[in-house]
């Protein structure tokens, strides 16, 4: 007997002492339904039975349209569900996007809510529902989403600052565990790039630049999200490693490959295998699903496993990359799903930048990277021959249909792809069990223990950068000035606060890694942070710094949102503590010696102006700069 079987909307079906949704209403067990049989051999049957329609439908990972109309598609409080009912029963699509950020209760009451309109649908196919990270620090539209109730834990940078593979695989379970509580079942994560350039947006993302290192915490995190290494269960949260491959190679500016102005890969023939190594970790895993890269390979890249040079087209488009080294070389077996918005036209705006005095708008979204030219139906069919199963943001498989219909594409591409969607569906226990219990949702996210193991996580990821003379962990009672630092928390910790720095004995000043706003006129080029990651002078954060540190000894508290350029902090600072992401209580913990900081930087550091004193500098990794 199934232990937890769940419907609302279709029959049950008693066969010799045991109970099944009858999804389709036949009054019979058809294989699809018979939860007995392997999840694979379900696929099969029901593939047999859907039609062209239902099969491009499938295709789609769409955003669900929003209540409120300025809000990003899938994002904001809440879904407009008419419109949803709309993509489920009329275009057959069932894999959505989850950006809402909202209360814990409404979120998984609006996944049930989608949930019991799929089970209206005429093969009763489950919807399975996506999430861009939640829960960490940094947050940023289109890529993650600001964490809310759910529990946060540092950035990735942090975690690769830590290097314990078991803190990462405990850390996984943790966010598997609150993702299922309110009815995500597909995590776009981790983060497989490698952190090469600092001026890049999405460092902090990623598990460091040292390849081996994020090989590990890679697998350690697929492990957690998936529970275990040997595929997928009714307890796991598919994880969907990305971005293969080279996306962390951008080229000198650090420019992100959202943008067309950055769609260029900076990988070589000599430096691409550097950028598979972490990727292998989440093969070893059995990760559910590979996210290929936006990017753009450059002129005669070759890489093992194929031949002759690679395609100049984006990684969605790209059989060389997809086909013969994924799915080859590699052996990959699961989901592959584009990233979002590739087979989308590539607006003027989006191209050049909107006009002046006006604004990019989501219409603007679009990333056919290689492939402008093509048409539409063309864009779909030469992505899935290249091996894509499932688009991201697409909403509209008229495209996959009339490109069937035209002779473009195959039958049989269609039947291997959703096979492969719809055997996850089934191993996940969707078909089953695909409602949450909304009010144990609440006392799930955010769990007080989930909240401690996260806040100790935070603690061991500061690395000390510098520590003149001793400074840290303060002694005695100091009397301090505090500039962007929580004063109530201090004082709360028996610390003496002064209203001015002419009066303390120490100052403490909160920093992030600066940036520029360099392309205002694109979508992403005015959301994410690029250029410069140094202090310039009339910064006013930097300005500020320097008018506390002139009159008192000062310790600097920075955010590496991305690697910070500290050539103009570290002379004046007389100590540096470095964090990813962290709650204040986790910051004087270190500051009063109740924890050590123990972390190590993740990534390089640039430095744009003398040399440190070598009295100040420890062990460095790689040419990163420490102070200690």
Known sequence: MHSNLQ????????????????????GQLDPYEDWRRPASERASDLVARMSLAEKAGAMMHANPPSSASST??????????????????????????????????????????????????????????????RNQF????????????????????????????????RCAASVRQEYRAVG????????????????WHRGSGCFGNEPQLAARLVRAYVEGMQAGDRGLFPESVVSVV???????????????????????????SADIESHIVPFTGAFAAAVGAVMPAYSLPPAGLTVQGTQGEIERVGVGFNKQLLTDILRHRFGFAGVVMSDWHITDGASRACIEGAPPGSQPGPEDIAMPWGVEDLPKSERFTKAVLAGVDQFGGAQDPGWIIDAVQRGLLPMEALNQAVHRIMTQRFALGLFEDPYVDEEAAESLVGHETVQAMALEAQRRSLVLLKNHGATLPLRGRPKLYLHQIDADLARRYGLEVAERPEDADLAIVGLSTPHEVLHPQHFFGRRYREGDTGFAE??????????????????????????????????????????FGLRPEALFDVL?????????????????????????????????LRYG
């Open 7 to 26: 419907a609302r909307h279709v029959p049950l079906l008693d066969l010799e002492g045991l109970r099944f949704k009858d999804h389709n209403r036949n």
């Open 72 to 133: 990003l598609p899938g994002a904001g409080v809440a879904w407009a569900f008419p419109a949803v009912a709309d993509m489920v029963l009329g275009r057959h699509i069932t894999a959505f996007l989850n950006r809402l950020n909202t209360g814990v209760r409404e979120i998984a009451t609006q996944h049930n809510q989608l949930q019991a309109i799929a089970e209206t649908g005429r093969l009763g196919i489950p919807a399975l529902l996506s999430s861009d990270p």
């Open 138 to 169: 940094a947050a940023s539209q289109g890529v993650s989403v600001a964490a809310g109730a759910f529990t946060q834990w540092p950035d990735p940078a942090g975690l690769a600052a830590i290097g314990d593979e078991d803190l990462v695989r």
């Open 184 to 199: 995500i079942r597909m995590a776009l994560s981790p983060m497989a790039d490698l952190a090469i350039h600092p001026r």
């Open 242 to 268: 990305k971005h293969w491959v080279g996306y962390g190679a951008t080229q000198v500016d650090g420019f992100d490959a959202h943008n067309h102005y950055g769609r260029h890969m900076g990988a070589t």
């Open 538 to 579: 009339d910064d006013p954060a930097y300005r500020s710094f320097r008018q506390i540190a002139g009159c008192v000894p000062t310790v600097v508290s920075i955010y590496l949102e991305r690697p910070a350029d500290l050539a103009r902090i570290a002379p004046w600072a007389t100590a540096i503590v470095a964090h």
């Open 592 to 624: 009063t010696g109740r924890h050590a900081p123990t972390g190590r930087l993740p990534f390089d550091l640039p430095w744009s102006g003398p040399r440190p004193d070598p009295t100040e500098t420890v062990t460095q990794r790689g040419q990163g």
